[in-house]
C-alpha cells in the first residue's frame, strides 16, 4: 500500500469512526430530548394540578368566608333565645289578673343576669362610670351640675350604660359630669 492509500483509508477509517460517534451522539441527544419532554410533561402536570387546586383552595375560602359573614351571629342568636323566652314568660306573668309584682321582679332580674352572662361570652362589657372620670372616648356628657362634694369632670350619674365589644367602644354611656360651683364672690366682682 501507498501512503495515499494508507492515508485515504485511514481517513475513510476515521470518517467511518466519526460517523458512528455521532450516530450514538444523535441517539444520546434524542434518548435526552424523550427524557426532557417526559420530564417537562409532568412538570406541566404538577403546575396544572397546582393551580387546580389554589382554585379550589380559593373557592372553599369565599364560601367559608361568604358563611361566616352570613352565620357568624348564630352562636350570639343562640345564647339569646333564653333571654328572650324569659321576657315572653315575664310578660305573660306581669299581664295575669293575680300577677304577682314580686315575681315579675325576681323573673326580670333573672332575665338580665342571663343576658348579662350571654354578653360575658362574647365580650361584651357594660360601661358603667359612676364616680370615675369623665372619658371622653367612652363617655357622652348629657349635663353638667355644679358640685362641690366632687372633683370636676367626675361622673355623677349614668343616665344610660354604654358598652364595648372586646374593649372596642360600640355604645358610649350618657352621664351627667360634676363641674365645680361658680365662685360667689367672683359675680360680685363681675357686677361691680
Known amino acids: ?5 494508507n492515508t485515504t483509508s485511514e481517513e475513510v477509517q476515521q470518517q ?6 455521532d450516530e ?5 441527544l434524542k434518548k435526552r430530548l424523550a427524557e426532557a419532554e417526559a420530564a417537562q410533561k409532568e412538570t406541566q402536570d404538577k403546575l396544572l394540578r397546582a393551580h387546580a387546586e389554589m382554585e379550589n383552595i380559593r373557592r372553599r375560602s ?9 352565620y357568624g351571629m348564630e352562636k350570639f342568636a ?14 305573660a306573668a306581669a299581664s295575669a289578673e293575680d300577677a304577682d309584682i314580686e315575681k315579675v321582679r325576681e323573673g326580670t332580674e333573672l332575665t338580665i343576669k342571663l343576658l348579662a ?15 370615675e372620670e369623665f372619658d ?3 363617655h357622652q356628657a348629657m349635663t353638667m351640675i355644679e358640685h362641690a362634694e366632687k372633683d370636676p369632670n367626675t361622673v355623677l350619674d349614668v343616665m344610660q350604660k354604654g358598652y364595648t365589644l372586646n374593649e372596642r367602644l360600640i355604645r358610649p354611656a350618657m352621664v351627667v359630669v360634676s363641674k365645680a360651683p361658680a365662685n360667689k364672690d367672683e359675680k360680685v366682682d363681675e357686677k361691680s
Open 136 to 138: 371622653p372616648e367612652y
Open 1 to 5: 500500500m501507498t501512503d495515499t492509500e
Open 24 to 28: 450514538l451522539d444523535v441517539a444520546e
Open 62 to 70: 369565599e364560601r367559608e368566608l361568604e358563611n361566616a359573614h352570613k
Open 78 to 91: 343562640t345564647e339569646l333565645l333564653p333571654v328572650i323566652d324569659s321576657l315572653e314568660l315575664g310578660l
Open 117 to 131: 352572662a350571654a354578653f360575658d361570652k362574647f365580650g361584651i362589657s357594660a360601661v358603667h362610670p359612676i364616680d
Open 16 to 21: 467511518q469512526d466519526n460517523a458512528a460517534t
